[in-house]
């Protein structure tokens, strides 16, 4: 089984649409990241959380909301889904003490806004 | 701010050929920088990380050097193979513990 998953793995939907995207992973690590990817831009930080507690804003975070229910799970939203918001989303985690902070990905969320 | 740049954005090698990936940062107090595989439409492997203590990180025919001062660090690819067929993405860690990746560069090996 991978360490990180989401779920869905795609998702079509329509403007002004609220959309969940979920993160789970079995590596026991405190920090999770969400990350999007478009074409030309590379990724980018969206949100990130060191901890249970612990939830800060990334380089684009306008638009987004988090929330962080255990270690194990860390959720996007996005209120009100707009077409500029389409693009590849991934979630990742890493353990600062045990692993020099590598990070690690799940294998992404295509999110598609008509 | 941090910026990230990956030179070449696409190259394209025989089979067999060894290989030189390049990225550049601007500020060169880092934490660490990554090595990253990313294959079409899937999410990110990492390759090697290493440490702004180090020099350089081996695994198997990947060797990854860091320069810090200069702000460089190369991605060396032993030997070709067209399984190694992916974009390969640069990351550094700063101070805020966040990672910064540059755009990558697109690698194609071909038989």
């Known amino acids: 089984d991978a360490d990180v998953t989401q779920t869905p793995r795609n998702r079509i939907t329509k403007t002004g649409k609220r959309i969940m995207l979920e993160c789970s992973q079995t590596k026991g690590h405190d920090r999770m990241y969400w990350y999007r990817q478009d074409p030309g831009l590379g990724l980018r930080l969206i949100y990130y959380?060191?901890?249970?507690?612990?939830?800060n804003k990334g380089e684009i975070s306008d638009g987004y909301s988090v929330s962080r229910q255990a270690q194990a799970k860390f959720s996007l939203s996005l209120e009100s889904a707009i077409p500029n918001q389409t693009a590849l989303y991934f979630c990742a985690t890493s353990d600062f003490t045990s692993d020099l902070d590598t990070q690690y990905f799940g294998p992404g969320t295509r999110l598609t806004v008509l | 701010k941090q910026e990230v740049t990956q030179i070449p954005a696409a190259l394209s090698v025989p089979e067999g050929e060894n290989l030189v990936l390049n990225c550049s940062f601007t500020d060169s107090a880092i934490y660490n920088l990554q090595w990253f595989r990313q294959d079409p439409g899937k999410g990110l492997t990492s390759l090697l990380l290493?440490?702004?203590?180090?020099r350089e990180q081996t695994s198997g025919r990947l060797n990854a050097s860091l320069d810090k001062s200069s702000g460089r660090s190369t991605l060396y690819i032993a030997a070709s193979q067209p399984g190694d067929s992916a974009t390969y993405l640069c990351a550094v860690e700063g101070g805020s513990e966040k990672l910064v990746f540059g755009k990558g560069t697109k690698l194609t090996v071909n038989p």
């Open positions: 959380s060191f901890d249970v507690k612990d939830i």
């Open positions: 290493i440490q702004s203590s180090q």
